[in-house]
T-cell receptor, first 116, second 112 residues
Framework: DAGVIQSPRHEVTEMGQEVTLRCKPI?????LFWYRQTMMRGLELLIY????????DSGMPEDRFSAKMPNASFSTLKIQPSEPRDSAVYFC??????????????FGPGTRLTVL | DAKTTQPNSMESNEEEPVHLPCNHS???????IHWYRQLPSQGPEYVIH???SNVNNRMASLAIAEDRKSSTLILHRATLRDAAVYYC?????????????FGSGTKLNVKP
């Protein structure tokens, strides 16, 4: 398996522009997670899906952020409009329930977003 | 949110064992202890997890205190490739079992 695939790997945009980050989870995984990592706040969970349905979006910072999962093999995280403080590395991860206490999350390589 | 406390950084020599500590004094009976690590410029990767008993796998060992208020990740022979940030995470039971709180982790430096 190719692992979790994210695109683009790097994105540079100007303040006010719309940004769309993409993720393809590992085939067969029924959970998908979006994280954001910054030096100041570390690694934060933004939202996660189970069977394409958003389960918990309490980590989404504000209405400018939205995430969708139209099918089991694709998810997007959109920021509109983008702001410089959104600059971060965004990770997508996927998992499936492996048994009691064991739900390993497999992370993608991340998208480094820079908003000028 | 169940919280963990880890040293900011540690240093080790190559080929020597490394003991990475984690305090989790507010752990509940259903919380599992997970360890992940993040190599430079990569996403985190799973290392090991446990509930009450010590655990071993090909990557590491996990020693859990009897009262479960602390745990130690043991790398038996550190290599340069083990230089990473190591995160100790409490995985809650119940509805929020997928919500991981990564904290700031321990940055491990391995010297040749």
């Amino acid at each position: 398996d190719a692992g979790v695939i994210q695109s683009p790997r790097h994105e540079v945009t100007e303040m006010g522009q719309e940004v769309t980050l993409r993720c393809k989870p590992i085939s067969g995984h029924d959970y998908l997670f979006w994280y954001r990592q910054t030096m100041m706040r570390g690694l934060e969970l933004l939202i996660y899906f189970n069977n394409n349905v958003p389960i918990d979006d309490s980590g989404m910072p504000e209405d400018r952020f939205s995430a969708k999962m139209p099918n089991a093999s694709f998810s997007t995280l959109k920021i509109q409009p983008s702001e410089p403080r959104d600059s971060a590395v965004y990770f997508c991860a996927s998992s499936f329930f492996m048994g009691q206490g064991y739900n390993e999350q497999f992370f993608g390589p991340g998208t480094r977003l820079t908003v000028l | 949110d169940a919280k963990t406390t880890q040293p900011n950084s540690m240093e080790s020599n190559e080929e020597e064992p490394v003991h990475l500590p984690c305090n989790h004094s507010t752990i509940s009976g259903t919380d599992y202890i997970h360890w992940y690590r993040q190599l430079p410029s990569q996403g985190p990767e799973y290392v090991i997890h446990g509930l009450t008993s010590n655990v071993n796998n090909r990557m590491a060992s996990l020693a859990i205190a009897e009262d479960r208020k602390s745990s130690t990740l043991i790398l038996h022979r550190a290599t340069l490739r083990d230089a990473a940030v190591y995160y100790c995470i409490l995985r809650a039971g119940g509805y929020n079992f997928n919500k991981f709180y990564f904290g700031s982790g321990t940055k491990l430096n391995v010297k040749p």
